[in-house]
């Protein structure tokens, strides 16, 4: 997982990943995508130790958000109510 990661990260798509596949009608389904979100927060995390990311709270935040949620709901054309999407260019759709 982390290599895959890695290899959107270095061709510069990371933020436009859609996150990850999984059966959602199995039990395991949820502690699969945690476990996604964190290893992906760890990933994050250490690139922004290492200087390769910004420090910056506003730009990573929606990053991991569209990744994790925004960018597959994006891809896939759902509109759910009361929820405003990001696209990964930043711009809102409701």
Same mark, same amino acid.
């Given at each position: 997982?982390?290599? *895959?990661?890695?290899?959107?990260? #270095?061709?510069?798509?990371?933020?436009? @990943?859609? +996150?990850?596949?999984?059966? /959602?009608? !199995?039990?395991?389904?949820? %502690?699969?995508?945690?476990?996604?979100?964190?290893?992906?927060?760890?990933? $994050?995390?250490?690139?922004?130790?290492?200087?390769?990311? %910004?420090?910056?709270?506003?730009? $990573? +935040? %929606?990053? $991991? !958000?569209? $990744?994790? @949620?925004?960018?597959?709901? #994006?891809?896939? +054309?759902?509109?759910? %109510? +009361? *929820?405003?999407?990001? /696209?990964? /260019?930043?711009?809102?759709? /409701?």
């Amino acid at each position: 997982m982390e290599w *895959q990661l890695n290899a959107l990260s #270095n061709a510069g798509l990371l933020s436009r @990943f859609v +996150g990850m596949l999984t059966d /959602s009608r !199995s039990f395991m389904s949820f %502690p699969r995508h945690e476990y996604f979100r964190r290893v992906l927060c760890n990933l $994050i995390g250490d690139d922004v130790e290492k200087g390769l990311l %910004p420090d910056k709270k506003e730009l $990573i +935040g %929606p990053m $991991i !958000s569209n $990744i994790c @949620f925004s960018n597959a709901a #994006n891809y896939f +054309g759902l509109e759910l %109510p +009361g *929820q405003m999407n990001t /696209s990964a /260019s930043g711009t809102k759709r /409701s």
